[in-house]
Each structure stands twice: as structure tokens, then as C-alpha cells.
């Protein structure tokens, strides 16, 4: 099974077994079934439970929102990551206010799911990372999904919650396979722990393999849930290890690398990140390649640091 | 200081409302009642912001009135919904007649509609809404409207002149014609956004904007709430059994500041405004109308007690 499959089966399950769970996005009808087919059969099962929508990123979230509050279960696809920010003020000044603002006399299940990332082609406009800008915002959940494991069961979890939440999907997963957690590098006493998500993690994977000829062991932590940032799993998963990277596509700062910083400040740790470009992605496939994170610049940026940087 | 359990129940019982609302009398002592309650109410929330009693900012309806009380005696309380937006006091009152949890709101007391989270702009109750982001609510209203389109519920969502600037409001009416949603859209144009003067930033006729999309008009200009609430009848009528939206105009005026004290009106607009009055228009029709002005006098002295006895909110 791919991730894609995964995504789809469980959008699929989710509306049949709640009634209430509908479905809202730009060209998401069958035999379509939305630009990178993730709601592909949703239309055809459940015609009256999925509507098309105009091109109004801002608006259908918040029609989405205006269906939550009277109840039912909204999923907002919106096709590309980069057009979520049409989309902010729903979220960030309706969705993620209500339930606290108004006492919590109502709340918002709504889940906003989009599709992020590099290495399409796509250009400056259909190609970044952007979550970062959600996370943070108090009451809105951030998940990115990656291949190890059951992607399906991520989506599940977000549209189980009361309260809004984006789901991250970078777009080169889609046509993974999905694989077993065990497939994750995870010896017993790492020489350094990679923590990645996204899109990234398999990068990680490939760098882990690349080290461990040069015999050194890395672990590998994918983060699932960007918002609210888990840093006790983050603490746990990298036990006594002294050194760790993390790897993020988004521009650099105020990222995920600050945030894994953060949960490991004082811990004696020796801390090293990567991060895509300070500027938009081009299209051109080298140039793309150059810029986003990948397996040798991990083992670079590996190498560099247990070769001597300073603990955070 | 009285347990709040007790503030509460005076503050929100449903015979209290009904009392409060004058859903018993005459339909124009119900109007004039409701109408002098929102008067009496935001002027009041005035002098308490003169005198340093609030914090923050407000924003009152005075000289509109007539709309609030004309749409939303239109509605069905119990089943409809009404997105409002930072003027929302008055929309607030003649769907709840909570006048002491609205106060407490505002004073930001534990009485208040939100427990004092939300303040002035920010009211939940029941199916009543209202947010201080200018065209946010338009597509949460076609969200709610379609929600409930089954239960043959109409959402109504009251937006003003200035908001016509907004994009979200344009991508609502879209969505609310092609997808048959029982929404009404209605426009209070008071001629003025903040400082501003219409004329300077729109362009185009207000009263006809939704009409591209399909979507039926009905407009009105003046200050008589019957005429009002007959025509919001009619646009409530029709969006109910139609499953359409319809965009109500109203041309109406703001008698008061945009908020507190911030009015760079000229006196002489300032007259023109206060000419079209709706309180005068009903009151020479209402034969008790003394009465009912000490009623709604004694209720908001009451609500303003309650809620300065209630504690104040912080966590
Ligand atoms: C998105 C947004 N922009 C600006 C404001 C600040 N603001 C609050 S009320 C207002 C004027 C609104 O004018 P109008 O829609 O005509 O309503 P009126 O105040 O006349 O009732 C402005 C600019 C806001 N609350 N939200």
C-alpha cells in the first residue's frame, strides 16, 4: 500500500462510519478525486458529503468552520500547502478562537489537510514547507504524516479532535510505500539521533544507512506532531545521546529546529540542523536537489558535528 | 457578594427574556421595548466608558436599532442562527435579552455571556455569534446555513457598508447562490466605516451587489422598524422556502461615535443622522410608550448592579 491509499482509505472509512464527516475542496469529485487523488471514491460513495468547491481557499475553510459549530465533522483539502495562507484568518482568528473565546459553548472539528513540500518542479508557488507558520497558534494541532507506520491512523487521530488541526502531507510520500515503524535505523546506543518529519524522514533513513558504513549508528525519530510540540517523547527518544540533528525542508528559522533545540536546552546535548533554502524553490530538478535537504548533507552535517560543536 | 448560581438564573431565565423581549405585548410595544432597551443599554455602556467604569473599546447601534429589531423578529429564535460583528449589541439583545450578561461581558465579570472572555465583540449565545474580524463571518454563516439547511433553519449574517471591501464576503455569496444555501446577507449602510466616508473607497452600488451572483435584493431606506421587519419577513420567507440567500439592504444611519469618542463627522451630518431617528418614528404609535421607557430604564439598572457584583474574570 502506498500513502496515498493509506490517506484515502482512511478518508473513506472516516465518512462511513460518522455520518457527520464532510468533505470540502477544489476539483475532489471522482472520477478526479483531487489533485493528488487523496479523496479519490469519496464522491462517488458519498455524493451528498462532498462538495467541489470555487477557488476560495479563504472561504470554504470558513464554511468548514460554520459547518463545525453547527456539528458536523469538516475535512478541507486544499491543493497546494502554499495557498493555506488564503486560508490563515479562518483559521488562526475564527476556527482557533472560537471554542476559547466564546467559553466553550461550541467547537470546531475541523481538519485542514494540504499537501507541502519541494522536489515536484513545482516552483517558488507550489513548493514550500509552510507549516511552521501554524504552529504556535494556541488551539490548532499540527500533524505531518510520513510513510513508517499508518499514515491512515494519523488522519484519524486529527479528525477525531474537537478542536482544529492541519494536517501535513509532503507531496513526494504520496507514492511511497508505506513501510513498518521497524523499518526505522534505531540501534540501541546511537552516536547521534536524527529528528526529522515530513518528507524529511526518509532522508534521515538514507543518511542513516550512508553512516552506518562509516560505522556510525543513528537513530532515527520522526515527529508526527509539530503543534503542540512533543518534547518529552523528543527527550525520551533521544535518552543519552549527546548529539542531535534535526532536519526540516522550510526555510530556516523559527522552526522545528528551535523548537527540538528548546526541549533539549541544558541537556548537555550537542545540537546541529539543516533547513531548506532562505528563498523560494525554484523549479529547475538540480537546483531543487541542491537546496532541499538530502542524505549527503545529513551526513555532512553529521560528520561536522561529532567532529566537535558546541552543546546547547 | 451574591453566589453567582443566583446571578445567573436572574440574569438568563427563559421568563425573564420573554419578559425582557416584550414577547407578550403588542407587536409594536415589543419593538419599541426592544428598541429603547438597545438604546438604553449602549448609551449606558457610554457613560460607564466615560467615567473609566470599562476597559477596552465598544461599539454601539445607536441610530440603528431599527434593524436589529426588525430582522431578527423576523427569525425564529429557537431554530435560526445570526452571525454579528464588533456593532453587535444591539443584534444581541433582540435575539437574546440578556442585558446583564451582556454588561458583565463587557466589564469582563464571570457573569458575562462568555464568562468576560470575549467582551464587547466577541458574544456566544445560542445560536447567536459575533466576531470582530470585518467579512470573516460571511463564509461561517453559508457553513452554518448549510449545516442546519435541513432542519429548515435560515442563517441571517449582518455585515456593514465598509465590509463590502472584503474579499471573503464576495467569495460567500458565491458559494451561498451556487450551492442553494438559506442564508441572508443583510447590509446596514450607515454610510461610514470608522472615519471614512463610502465614497472614498467603494465603488459600485451596495444595494445591488449580490445581484451577479444571482442573488434576490431587497432594499429599504429609512428608520421605521415595521417597514423593516416586513420586508425581512418577506426576505426571511424567502429564504426559507426557497433554500436561496437573499441579500437585505438597509440604508440606515449611526447616530453615535464609531467606538467611543472618535465621531469626525461634521455637526451638520451629525444632525442629518440624528433626523432618521427610529425611536420617534414607533414611539408616536405606541400609547404606553412612558412605561415602557421606565421598564427598560429599570432593566438596565438592574443588569449593570448584577454584573458589577459579579467577580471579575482572569482564568
Ligand atoms: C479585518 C478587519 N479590518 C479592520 C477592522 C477595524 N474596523 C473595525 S470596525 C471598522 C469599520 C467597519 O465599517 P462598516 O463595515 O461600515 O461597519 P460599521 O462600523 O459602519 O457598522 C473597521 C475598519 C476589523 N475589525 N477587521
Not at chain 2, 225 to 245: F, G, K, N, Q
Not at chain 2, 272 to 281: E, G, H, S
Request: aromatic share 8%; hydrophobic share 45%; net charge negative.
Amino acid at each position: 500500500m502506498r500513502v496515498v491509499e493509506s490517506l484515502n482509505s482512511a478518508l473513506l472509512d472516516l465518512m462511513t462510519c460518522d455520518q457527520r464527516v464532510v468533505l470540502l475542496g477544489e476539483d475532489v469529485l471522482d472520477p478526479y478525486g483531487g489533485a493528488f487523488k487523496v479523496t479519490k471514491g469519496a464522491s462517488d460513495r458519498f455524493p451528498d458529503r462532498v462538495w467541489t468547491t470555487p477557488i476560495s481557499e479563504g472561504g470554504i475553510v470558513g464554511v468548514a468552520n460554520g459547518l463545525a459549530i453547527k456539528g458536523w465533522r469538516p475535512i478541507v483539502e486544499i491543493m497546494f500547502g502554499d495557498f493555506t495562507t488564503l486560508a490563515f484568518d479562518q483559521i488562526l482568528n475564527h476556527a482557533a478562537k472560537f471554542a476559547w473565546m466564546y467559553d466553550d459553548q461550541v467547537t470546531v472539528p475541523l481538519v485542514v489537510r494540504t499537501p507541502m513540500g519541494g522536489r515536484r518542479g513545482y516552483g517558488p508557488t507550489h513548493s514550500q514547507s509552510l507549516e511552521k507558520h501554524f504552529c504556535g497558534i494556541p488551539g490548532v494541532a499540527v500533524y505531518a504524516v510520513h510513510q513508517y507506520g499508518s499514515p491512515g491512523t494519523l488522519l484519524r487521530e486529527a479528525a477525531a479532535r474537537d478542536q482544529p488541526s492541519v494536517f501535513i502531507e509532503n507531496k513526494v510520500l504520496y507514492a511511497r510505500p508505506v513501510e513498518a515503524v521497524e523499518a526505522l535505523p534505531n540501534p540501541p546506543s546511537p552516536d547521534v539521533v536524527i529528528l526529522a518529519y515530513g518528507g524529511c524522514v526518509e532522508v534521515a533513513v538514507a543518511a542513516a544507512k550512508l553512516l552506518r558504513e562509516e560505522e556510525i549508528a543513528a537513530r532515527v525519530v520522526p515527529v508526527t506532531r509539530l503543534w503542540p510540540f512533543p518534547e518529552e517523547e523528543i527527550r525520551l527518544a533521544v535518552g543519552p545521546c549527546r548529539h542531535v540533528l534535526s532536519v526540516e525542508e522550510g526555510a530556516p528559522g523559527w522552526g522545528f529546529a528551535a523548537q527540538c533545540a528548546l526541549a533539549l536546552v541544558n541537556k548537555g546535548v550537542s545540537f546541529a540542523h539543516i533547513a531548506g533554502p532562505d528563498h523560494p524553490i525554484p523549479s529547475s530538478a538540480a537546483w531543487e536537489a541542491d537546496l532541499l535537504p538530502s542524505p549527503q548533507g545529513v551526513f555532512r552535517a553529521v560528520e561536522s558535528l561529532l567532529g566537535g560543536a558546541q552543546a546547547i | 457578594m451574591r453566589g453567582l448560581a443566583e446571578l445567573a438564573a436572574k440574569a438568563g431565565s427563559r421568563d425573564d427574556e420573554n419578559a425582557v423581549l416584550g414577547l407578550d405585548l403588542s407587536q409594536a410595544e415589543q419593538f419599541y421595548q426592544q428598541m429603547v432597551l438597545i438604546r438604553y443599554a449602549e448609551e449606558r455602556l457610554l457613560d460607564l466608558f466615560s467615567t473609566g467604569a470599562l476597559n477596552g473599546t465598544t461599539h454601539t447601534s445607536i441610530g440603528q436599532e431599527a434593524n436589529a429589531v426588525g430582522v431578527i423578529n423576523a427569525l425564529d429564535r429557537s431554530l435560526d442562527t445570526v452571525w454579528s460583528h464588533h456593532r453587535c449589541h444591539g443584534h444581541f439583545i433582540a435575539y437574546s435579552g440578556q442585558v446583564a450578561s451582556l454588561f458583565a461581558e463587557v466589564m469582563g465579570r464571570t457573569l458575562g455571556v462568555c464568562r468576560g472572555r470575549g467582551g464587547s465583540q466577541h458574544l456566544c449565545y445560542r445560536n447567536f455569534y459575533s466576531n470582530g474580524i470585518q467579512g470573516g463571518i460571511a463564509p461561517l454563516a453559508v457553513g452554518s446555513a448549510l449545516g442546519d439547511r435541513a432542519k429548515g433553519a435560515v442563517t441571517v449574517v449582518f455585515i456593514g457598508d465598509g465590509t463590502t471591501g472584503e474579499g471573503a464576503l464576495y467569495e460567500s455569496l458565491n458559494m451561498a447562490a451556487v450551492w442553494n444555501v438559506p442564508v441572508l446577507f443583510v447590509l446596514e449602510d450607515n454610510g461610514i466605516a470608522q472615519t471614512t466616508p463610502k465614497e472614498l473607497t467603494l465603488a459600485g452600488a451596495l444595494d445591488r451587489r449580490a445581484e451577479p451572483f444571482g442573488i434576490r435584493s431587497f432594499a429599504y431606506d429609512g428608520a421605521d422598524v415595521m417597514d423593516i421587519h416586513a420586508l425581512a419577513s418577506d426576505a426571511v420567507r424567502y429564504v426559507r422556502h426557497e433554500s436561496r440567500p437573499a441579500w437585505l439592504y438597509i440604508r440606515t444611519e449611526r447616530i453615535g461615535p464609531h467606538s467611543k469618542g472618535d465621531d469626525t463627522r461634521s455637526p451638520e451630518r451629525i444632525a442629518a443622522a440624528r433626523a432618521r431617528d427610529p425611536l420617534p418614528i414607533l414611539r408616536s404609535r405606541v400609547a404606553n410608550a412612558a412605561d415602557i421607557e421606565s421598564r427598560c430604564m429599570a432593566i438596565v439598572d438592574s443588569a449593570v448592579s448584577l454584573a458589577q457584583q459579579a467577580p471579575i474574570a482572569r482564568g
